[in-house]
């Protein structure tokens, strides 16, 4: 079992740049992909982004490609999504999935992922 658990979420103005953290816990000694998606209140879940085990293979959305980054520190088993030039409508609770079934594909598609943590709010402020 892997538990996730975000954290960094919070109330922001446009423009201003923030850092989510996922802390990887439990079955830490498999590799696994990691992936970031949101949903804001009305939306569907939306991928973001992800990054395959060896950080070999990184995908954005369109919607965020050049304004968030991905990047993780094996050591601390935590990845983190850095997301700068934040907009309104980047307003939602993001989420970070994991998937150790395929470890090697950075997914872009929910259901490739097998666990999920709760979420962290991001509101951006106009």
């Known amino acids: 079992q892997v538990q996730l658990v975000e954290s960094g979420g919070g109330l922001v103005q446009a423009g201003d740049s923030l850092t989510l953290s996922c802390a990887v816990s439990?079955?830490?000694?498999?590799?696994?992909?990691m992936g970031w998606f949101r949903q804001a209140p009305g939306k569907e879940r939306e991928f973001v982004g992800s990054?395959?085990?060896?950080?070999?293979?990184?995908n954005y959305s369109d919607s965020v490609k050049g304004r968030f980054a991905i990047s993780k520190d094996n050591a601390k088993n935590t990845v983190y999504l850095q997301m700068n030039s934040l907009k309104p409508e980047d307003t939602a609770v993001y989420y970070c999935?994991?998937?150790?079934?395929?470890?090697?594909?950075?997914?872009?598609?929910?259901?490739?992922?097998?666990?999920w943590g709760l979420g962290t709010q991001v509101t951006v402020s106009p």
């Open positions: 990054i395959n085990s060896r950080g070999t293979a990184i």
């Open positions: 439990g079955r830490t000694d498999r590799p696994y992909t």
């Open positions: 999935a994991v998937d150790i079934d395929r470890p090697w594909v950075a997914h872009v598609v929910g259901n490739d992922y097998d666990c």
